[in-house]
Structure formats: structure tokens, C-alpha cells
T-cell receptor, first 113, second 115 residues
Framework: DQQVKQNSPSLSVQEGRISILNCDYTNSMFDYFLWYKKYPAEGPTFLISISSIKDKNEDGRFTVFLNKSAKHLSLHIVPSQPGDSAVYFCAAPANQAGTALIFGKGTTLSVSS | DVKVTQSSRYLVKRTGEKVFLECVQDMDHENMFWYRQDPGLGLRLIYFSYDVKMKEKGDIPEGYSVSREKKERFSLILESASTNQTSMYLC??????????????FGDGTRLSIL
């Protein structure tokens, strides 16, 4: 059973608008979440993270929101740029030590100019 | 910058062959990981290692083994390659279990085709 779910396989947004990527999780013991971005033919790169003691973390154009009661997090990109076009993965720790991660299936974001 | 290097970007092998995928990191990281990425399935953890000669099974270890004889190197072995192991393989490393400060760093992947 999937513990980290990204239910939207794809999202298309116009340049300059907001992109909102969503992620749901089932395990209330998760205490940390990460977002990774992946371009074709490259490995994923770490984008932003959030601890469960926070409900928001911001880094430049990227903001992650966490709603623990709904077991939901979202990544906001404002303003979206064509270079943001990539696959975005949500991840959570796979074990108590936090050494491994569980990834969602990813959402492909396309930003058109 | 952390550098995770996978020995091959593309590899073509035949069914039944023993296949070795090599990964090297240059930042003295304790943890190393092997994932595979398939369309519609995201990244799935095959094996990981938190120290030299230590290994833990991930979600899909069947048909694979790993070796970590040196801290910087983590090898993934397909004992007898099968066509369903055609995939993109990604290696990653991280500094320690305090993942809040040390996210995983990935290599660029090896696209493996088993014919």
C-alpha cells in the first residue's frame, strides 16, 4: 500500500502563474517530508523539506505547506518558469532512523511560455 | 559539491548475465542507496547501506544483491539479469541518519536494458 501518494501524474501551468503540486501520506508517524525535482537523464535533486513541527517552509520561489490533520502537503512555485518543467517527487522517511526514503510516483510539471 | 558518480549512463546486457552497476561518492557519506525508476511507479528502493559491509533490504530486493567493501563505493549486482529488470537505476548517498540536514544526493542514473 502506498504510504506517499501523488495523485496527479501531470500538471500544466503558464509561465508566471502559480504551480501547486500535491502529496498525501498515510503514516501519521512521518515527521519529515522532502521534495525532489528531476530532469530527464539526470538524477533527482533535493529541492525543499519540511519538519512536521512546522506548517510552512519557504525558499525563494518554492514554498511547502503541511497540513498534518489532513495528512497532506503541497509545493507551491511562484512565479513558475519554463525551467521548472520537470518531474517532482514527494518523499518521507522509510524507517525510524530516517536513512531511507519512500517516494511518491511523481508529478510531471510543464510550464509553458 | 557532493558528487555521486555512476559508472555507466547506458548499459545493454543479455538475459541471464550477471550485471554489476557501480556507484562512487566523494564526500565520505555513511549512507548509500540504490533505487530503480520506472514510468508510473516513481522511485523504489532496492537496497541501502549505512556503513561498510552493512546492507539493508529496501522494498524490491528480489533478484538483486549489493556490495559495500569501501565507504565510497556501493555496487548493485543483478545475479541473473531478466527483462523485467530493464529500468533506470539511481544511486544516492547521504551523510548520516540526521536527514533533516542531509538530504540524499543522487547520481545521474544508469539506463539498463536487458535483451
Amino acid at each position: 500500500d502506498q504510504q506517499v501518494k501523488q495523485n496527479s501524474p501531470s500538471l500544466s501551468v503558464q509561465e508566471g502563474r502559480i504551480s501547486i503540486l500535491n502529496c498525501d501520506y498515510t503514516n501519521s508517524m512521518f515527521d519529515y517530508f522532502l521534495w525532489y525535482k528531476k530532469y530527464p537523464a539526470e538524477g533527482p535533486t533535493f529541492l525543499i523539506s519540511i519538519s512536521s513541527i512546522k506548517d510552512k517552509n519557504e525558499d525563494g520561489r518554492f514554498t511547502v505547506f503541511l497540513n498534518k490533520s489532513a495528512k497532506h502537503l503541497s509545493l507551491h512555485i511562484v512565479p513558475s518558469q519554463p525551467g521548472d518543467s520537470a518531474v517532482y517527487f514527494c518523499a518521507a522517511p522509510a524507517n525510524q532512523a530516517g536513512t531511507a526514503l519512500i517516494f511518491g510516483k511523481g508529478t510531471t510539471l510543464s510550464v509553458s511560455s | 559539491d557532493v558528487k555521486v558518480t555512476q559508472s555507466s549512463r547506458y548499459l545493454v546486457k543479455r538475459t541471464g548475465e550477471k550485471v554489476f552497476l557501480e556507484c562512487v561518492q566523494d564526500m565520505d557519506h555513511e549512507n548509500m542507496f540504490w533505487y530503480r525508476q520506472d514510468p508510473g511507479l516513481g522511485l523504489r528502493l532496492i537496497y541501502f547501506s549505512y556503513d561498510v559491509k552493512m546492507k539493508e533490504k529496501g522494498d524490491i530486493p528480489e533478484g538483486y544483491s549489493v556490495s559495500r567493501e569501501k565507504k565510497e563505493r556501493f555496487s548493485l549486482i543483478l545475479e541473473s539479469a531478466s527483462t523485467n529488470q530493464t529500468s533506470m537505476y539511481l544511486c544516492a548517498s547521504s551523510l548520516d541518519a540526521d536527514y533533516s540536514n542531509q538530504p540524499q544526493h543522487f547520481g545521474d542514473g544508469t539506463r539498463l536494458s536487458i535483451l
